[in-house]
């Protein structure tokens, strides 16, 4: 095995839900929409805006405040909208030093590196910004790609982009989304880490308390 995929969010990074919470409402205030309203749609919107089907950042924005009986100006959505992408940049900074480090193990010893992200566009125009970018070799974006774990589509997306079969793969996550044993249903050596959060604790595979340990896989 030489080939290394890895999820992103609370397996590179902390996944944030409390900083994601606090912007959700703040972006439902500046739209002039209830603040709760607007986060409880825009968290029950999730699995659209993972796959595109509401296009980019600002027209969603527009989409969700209207269900929340809003008509926000242009001024409003952009304000909202720099706010959400200012988010993403900050969650995409904080990779742990030792994960960066992992990375570039890998990388360094000739594994080829992609990433399969359940990732909403505007997180997804932040990549190539983040501290992790230069060490993938192929990206499986969800919201690109038009499709979200557990679907093999988006795991073969990346096989494909890296020119590698399924049984080639270590795939590591959390497990949020059934990813673990969709990534193993397609032969996938997936092993889950713990280090961001306890998302899978029922998986009964290989598991890793930080990514770092990940390199005892090689």
Request: with cysteine.
């Amino acid at each position: 095995m030489k080939v290394l995929l890895t999820d992103l969010f609370s397996t590179l990074i902390p996944g944030g839900d409390a900083s994601r919470d606090k912007v959700n409402a703040q972006m439902g205030t500046i739209l002039g929409v209830d603040p709760t309203a607007f986060q409880q749609a825009f968290d029950a919107s999730s699995h659209e805006r993972f796959i595109g089907a509401y296009g980019d950042l600002p027209a969603t924005l527009r989409l969700i405040a209207d269900r929340c009986g809003g008509t926000p100006t242009e001024a409003q959505v952009t304000k909202a909208t720099a706010l959400r992408r200012s988010l993403a940049r900050r969650l995409l900074a904080a990779a742990p030093a030792t994960t960066l480090d992992t990375l570039a193990t890998f990388k360094a010893a000739g594994w080829r590196i992609g990433l399969v992200s359940n990732i909403t566009a505007e997180t997804q125009l932040q990549w190539p910004g983040s501290p992790m970018a230069k060490y993938y070799d192929a990206t499986a974006f969800s919201a690109e790609v038009g499709a979200a774990k557990p679907s093999p589509a988006i795991y073969l997306s990346a096989c494909d982009s890296l020119g590698a079969h399924p049984t080639d793969c270590i795939f590591v996550g959390d497990g949020n989304d059934g990813e673990l044993p969709a990534a193993a249903a397609l032969g996938m050596h997936a092993i889950r880490t713990t280090e961001h959060a306890d998302n899978a604790p029922t998986w009964t595979g290989p598991t890793i308390t930080t990514f770092a340990e990940l390199t005892t896989f090689q």
